[in-house]
């Protein structure tokens, strides 16, 4: 499995997939990504500060995923990260967690500020569609507004390509994404060991009405392939 790779189109940056004790919410129905992860945090420290080892901070900007919520890294990894961060002058840090740990991102934001850097944090909102996120998806965001779901955050990620889903529900979960969060990542489902599969006329009318619309907009990435950021079980660095 790649755990390191550098993007260079788009926010350049350097991008790490470290390993935590998993998922806390562990309930969106078409996500198995939680299956990275281990309870023994000792040997989840190994890999991840062997993991870091790769940080150069060419760009000092750095994203770290870790298949579920950045506070489920473990202190130790934690504080190597703010360590890796001053070593190698990296300014900016982007983190992902899920909405259930909002209220700790405030504490987060002041550690790593006292170390000179910048939190973006990512959340994984799928769909501003409230009743398909909630119903279909089973996300844990219980809350309709926007507004609400973006507070605390910086960034947010989507996820097209189920049924259900229309060229205009998804054109408008990115402009309401680009609304109230600095950047969005979509995100194509690609099949897995879940029960949801992915809905190729969906992707098709993505490919063909949505994606030209954003393919070029700087505060837009699009994953076609969950791997296209360098990392996981292949993949091609965009």
Same mark, same amino acid.
Request: net charge neutral; glycine share 8%; charged share 30%.
């Given at each position: ?85 001053? !070593?190698? #002058? &990296?300014? %900016? ?5 899920? $909405?259930?740990? =909002? ?14 850097? !910048?939190? #973006? &944090?990512? %959340? ?5 569609? $409230?009743?398909? =996120?909630?119903?279909v998806l089973k996300k844990g965001i219980p809350v309709r507004e926007p507004a609400a779901i973006a507070e605390g ?84 660095v965009k």
């Open positions: 499995m790649n755990r390191y790779s550098s993007i260079s189109r788009k926010n350049p940056r350097e991008i790490i997939l470290l390993r935590g004790t998993g998922c806390r919410w562990k309930k969106c129905t078409f996500c198995d990504y939680h299956t990275d992860s281990s309870g023994d945090e000792a040997a989840n420290e190994r890999l991840n500060f062997d993991v870091m080892k790769n940080v150069t901070g060419v760009y000092g900007r750095l994203e770290v995923i870790n298949s579920g919520s950045f506070p489920e890294l473990g202190k130790n990894t934690l504080n190597g990260l703010v360590s890796l961060c001053r !070593e190698k #002058k &990296i300014r %900016t840090l982007h983190f992902e967690c899920h $909405y259930l740990y =909002r209220k700790e991102v405030p504490g987060w934001r002041r550690i790593f500020a006292d170390a000179g850097v !910048e939190l #973006k &944090i990512k %959340t994984g909102v799928e769909t501003f569609d $409230y009743d398909f =996120r909630e119903k955050f910086d960034e947010c990620c989507l996820m097209f390509g189920i049924s259900g889903q229309t060229a205009e529900g998804m054109t408008y979960d990115i402009e309401t994404g680009l609304k109230y969060f600095e950047r969005v990542c979509v995100n194509m489902f690609n099949e897995n060991s879940t029960e949801i599969k992915p809905d190729r006329k969906v992707s098709e009318e993505f490919e063909k009405c949505v994606m030209p619309l954003y393919e070029n907009n700087p505060r837009v990435d699009i994953l076609l392939n969950n791997t296209d950021f360098g990392v996981g079980n292949g993949g091609a």
